[in-house]
């Protein structure tokens, strides 16, 4: 198990805790806040990626994640206790189950090839296969308990929707020529100790890593509700 994942996996089970503690003890308000928090750092350490590398383009890129941003944090704000897990079970699910898989399975079926090679040569076929099917499988599961398939069908998407923010974010690091999304502001001293918060430290990603996927997905699950 890899250091990034191990973080990954803390940083997001602290989230789980306190998300789930405040769901039902606060009406969430106190982890509507955090994400909140969570995103304002991730805004400021992408406008610190203009640091790097100005062009029309990457201006344009980082405008559609800032909105994925903002739209990720309203999402959250609205969210309530049922469709909370759909979240927690497809979007984090996917990521840890696709890691999971494809250190178990990775290149032993595709041997020859990856998915996203010019984007993130670390996605395997096995890994990114299984884990859409496992977070599309646990959230229709849970849907088939509850009876709302008719109403929340929307939340199926979480998985392939926390893959495609993961590469979005990629490949934004990849047009701005950044590695990490706190490379940039983890050099101030006093950022540093906030970026450690989420094992944020040098030549580790930091809170844009950590909410990218929740992010995207938050905001179009926000635009198909507000359309349907």
Do not use: Q
Not at 72 to 81: P, R, S
Not at 172 to 177: E, Q, V
Not at 190 to 219: M, Q
Request: contains cysteine; proline residues 2%.
């Amino acid at each position: 198990m890899d250091k990034n994942f191990k973080v990954r996996l803390i940083v997001g089970a602290g989230m789980f805790a306190v998300a789930l503690l405040s769901l039902y003890t606060f009406n969430a308000i106190p982890f509507k806040i955090i994400f909140g928090v969570f995103a304002l750092i991730s805004a400021i350490e992408l406008l610190s990626f203009f640091h790097n590398k100005f062009t029309v383009s990457n201006a344009v890129l980082g405008l559609i994640e800032l909105a994925f941003l903002v739209g990720g944090a309203v999402f959250v704000a609205k969210i309530d206790l049922a469709h909370f897990w759909y979240i927690i079970l497809g979007v984090p699910g996917y990521d840890i189950f696709a890691y999971l898989f494809g250190k178990a399975f990775g290149g032993k079926v595709f041997t020859k090839s990856r998915p996203f090679p010019k984007v993130s040569k670390n996605k395997t076929w096995e890994g990114t296969i299984l884990g859409l099917l496992s977070a599309v499988g646990m959230v229709a599961v849970l849907m088939a308990v509850r009876g709302s398939f008719t109403t929340d069908w929307m939340y199926l998407f979480c998985g392939p929707l926390a893959l495609m923010g993961d590469l979005f974010e990629s490949y934004l690091k990849r047009s701005f020529k950044v590695k990490d999304s706190n490379e940039i502001v983890i050099e101030d001293k006093k950022f540093a100790r906030l970026e450690n918060l989420v094992g944020g430290s040098a030549g580790h990603g930091g809170y844009l890593d950590r909410i990218d996927s929740t992010a995207f997905a938050g905001t179009i699950l926000l635009l198909l509700s507000l359309l349907i």
